[in-house]
C-alpha cells in the first residue's frame, strides 16, 4: 500500500541555519502530496501542498518540490527562525483507485531552532 | 479554509466511561474524517464520517469502540467508548471543503488522558 518515509528527527538547527527534511513516498497512482506542521500543544496546520509532478509548493519561506522520478517531497528553508520549532509531517493523499480521500503520513519530524 | 472547532479541548476521564468529542465546521464541507494520535505518535485514520450513513471504519477500529456520527455537513461526534489508558491519544478531526478535492484542514484536536 501507499507509504510516507520521513528522516528521523530530531533536527537541532541554530537560527539562521539551512534546513531539510527529506520525505519519500510509494504509491501506486498520482497523490497529492503535503507538508503539514504542528506546534507544541496545537493541531495540525497545512504547511505546504503540490498536486502534481514538479509542481513547488511554498508559504512562509518554506518550499518543497515534487519529485515524481525520485518519489520524494523534500522540505526546505533557507534560514531557520526559533518560532520554526515545531514537527513537521509529510503526507500524501490517496487519489488512487479507491480515491477515499485519506491521509497517509509520514512519522514526523521534530525540529528545535536554538537562538 | 474552514474554521474547525472542537470540544472538548481536553479531558480526564476514567477507565470504562465514554466520551464524546464534538466537531463543528463553520462551511459545508464535503467529506469529514476523525484521526487518532498516541503519545509521540504520527497520526493514523480511524474513520470517515459519512453524511446520513454510516462510517467507514480503518483496519483496526470497529464502530463499537468508536461510534461517529455525522447528522449534516457541518457536524460530527465521535465517540470513544469504555476508556482504557491505551486510549490517551489526541483526537483529530479533519474535513475536505467543497474548494478542494483533496486538502485536508484539521480542527485544534482534543487531548484525551484516561485514568
Known amino acids: 500500500g501507499d507509504s510516507v518515509t520521513q528522516m528521523e528527527g530530531p533536527v537541532t538547527l541554530s537560527e539562521e541555519a539551512f534546513l531539510t527534511i527529506n520525505c519519500t513516498y510509494t504509491?501506486?497512482?498520482?497523490?497529492?502530496l503535503f507538508w503539514y506542521v504542528q506546534y507544541p500543544g496545537e493541531g495540525l496546520q497545512l504547511l505546504l501542498k503540490a498536486t502534481k509532478a514538479d509542481d513547488k509548493g511554498s508559504n512562509k519561506g518554506f518550499e518543497a518540490t515534487y519529485r515524481k522520478e525520485t518519489t520524494s517531497f523534500h522540505l526546505e528553508k533557507g534560514s531557520v527562525q526559533v518560532s520554526d520549532s515545531a514537527v513537521y509531517f509529510c503526507?500524501?493523499?490517496?487519489?488512487?483507485?479507491?480515491?477515499?480521500?485519506?491521509?497517509?503520513f509520514g512519522q514526523g519530524t521534530t525540529l528545535q531552532v536554538k537562538p | 479554509s474552514a474554521v474547525i472547532s472542537q470540544k472538548p479541548s481536553r479531558d480526564i476521564c476514567q477507565r470504562g466511561t465514554s466520551l464524546t468529542i464534538q466537531c463543528q465546521v463553520d462551511?459545508?464541507?464535503?467529506?469529514m474524517f476523525w484521526y487518532r494520535q498516541q503519545p509521540g505518535q504520527s497520526l493514523t485514520l480511524i474513520a470517515t464520517?459519512?453524511?446520513?450513513?454510516?462510517?467507514?471504519?480503518e483496519s483496526g477500529f470497529v464502530i463499537d469502540k468508536f461510534p461517529i456520527s455525522r447528522p449534516n455537513l457541518t457536524f460530527s461526534t465521535l465517540t470513544v467508548s469504555n476508556m482504557s489508558p491505551e486510549d490517551s491519544s489526541i483526537y483529530l478531526c479533519?474535513?475536505?471543503?467543497?474548494?478542494?478535492?483533496?486538502?485536508?484542514?484539521f480542527g485544534p484536536g482534543t487531548r484525551l488522558t484516561v485514568l
Open positions: 464520517a459519512n453524511q446520513g450513513s454510516e462510517a467507514t471504519y
Open positions: 504509491a501506486t497512482g498520482y497523490p497529492s
Open positions: 462551511s459545508q464541507v464535503t467529506m
Open positions: 503526507a500524501l493523499s490517496d487519489r488512487g483507485s479507491s480515491n477515499t480521500g485519506k491521509l497517509i
Open positions: 479533519s474535513v475536505v471543503g467543497r474548494s478542494s478535492t483533496d486538502t485536508q484542514y
